[in-house]
């Protein structure tokens, strides 16, 4: 069935912002004598995809639960301060114009596993906040990205979704929620029998053509 709407994910398919968000999660970190390492974009393109909950397990385990749960949050704050701050060009190539366009021939949406704001930051900073319908994450449903995908599927009566994301993750979400998954293969990490893919993210302007 052709998709009537696209989901789409934020990190790894719309934009890259981990050199950034490095940056920031340091500046947090380096005031802490018991954590004896410095982040990476690449480390956090390992990360990225997973709940902050899931993050903050992954990346600092030798904490108190407590305690590396209040460290993520305040990451995250930095985080937005330092991306609200850059005027680094962050977006993969193409990606403005072809949400432009799309929008024109399908209802745009955003899922993304990532904290409260996020998304809002996103589409202030790219200025594509006129051409999505709707989103959803965790940080403010403090669901799972399937339940999530569902959850825009009933508010917005969708029919027939795809998603579009760039790690396996992604996948067993749309899986979870039922509807394909297109992967972005260009993004963080990899995908096993996606029912798409896509090498760069204009090519959904003429994937589901008949």
């Given at each position: 069935?052709?998709?009537d709407s696209?989901?789409?994910?934020?990190?790894?398919?719309?934009?890259?912002?981990?050199?950034?968000?490095?940056?920031?999660?340091?500046?947090?970190?380096?005031?802490?004598?018991?954590?004896?390492?410095?982040?990476?974009?690449?480390?956090?393109?390992?990360?990225?995809?997973?709940?902050?909950?899931?993050?903050?397990?992954?990346?600092?385990?030798?904490?108190?639960?407590?305690?590396?749960?209040?460290?993520?949050?305040?990451?995250?704050?930095?985080?937005?301060?330092?991306?609200?701050?850059?005027?680094?060009?962050?977006?993969?190539?193409?990606?403005?114009?072809?949400?432009?366009?799309?929008?024109?021939?399908?209802?745009?949406?955003?899922?993304?596993?990532?904290?409260?704001?996020?998304?809002?930051?996103?589409?202030?900073?790219?200025?594509?906040?006129?051409?999505?319908t709707d989103?959803?994450?965790?940080?403010?449903?403090?669901?799972?990205?399937?339940?999530?995908?569902?959850?825009?599927?009933?508010?917005?009566?969708?029919?027939?979704?795809?998603?579009?994301?760039?790690?396996?993750?992604d996948q067993?979400?749309?899986?979870?929620?039922?509807?394909?998954?297109?992967?972005?293969?260009?993004?963080?990490?990899?995908?096993?029998?996606?029912?798409?893919?896509?090498?760069?993210?204009?090519?959904?302007?003429?994937?589901?053509?008949?």
């Amino acid at each position: 069935m052709k998709p009537d709407s696209i989901i789409l994910d934020i990190d790894g398919t719309l934009w890259n912002s981990t050199p950034i968000v490095a940056d920031a999660w340091n500046k947090v970190i380096e005031k802490r004598a018991d954590i004896p390492f410095r982040f990476t974009a690449h480390q956090l393109t390992q990360l990225f995809g997973r709940s902050l909950f899931a993050i903050a397990d992954l990346a600092f385990p030798f904490l108190e639960e407590k305690d590396r749960y209040s460290l993520i949050d305040a990451c995250c704050e930095q985080e937005h301060k330092y991306l609200y701050a850059s005027d680094r060009s962050l977006l993969y190539p193409g990606v403005a114009d072809t949400v432009r366009k799309l929008s024109g021939k399908y209802k745009l949406f955003i899922v993304s596993n990532c904290q409260n704001g996020y998304i809002e930051l996103f589409l202030d900073k790219t200025e594509l906040g006129p051409y999505i319908t709707d989103f959803e994450c965790p940080g403010t449903s403090a669901r799972s990205k399937g339940t999530n995908i569902r959850l825009v599927m009933e508010r917005n009566a969708l029919k027939s979704p795809v998603y579009v994301g760039d790690i396996q993750g992604d996948q067993l979400a749309s899986r979870e929620a039922g509807i394909p998954f297109c992967y972005a293969s260009y993004g963080f990490g990899s995908a096993e029998n996606p029912d798409y893919t896509i090498r760069q993210f204009s090519d959904l302007l003429t994937l589901f053509q008949d």
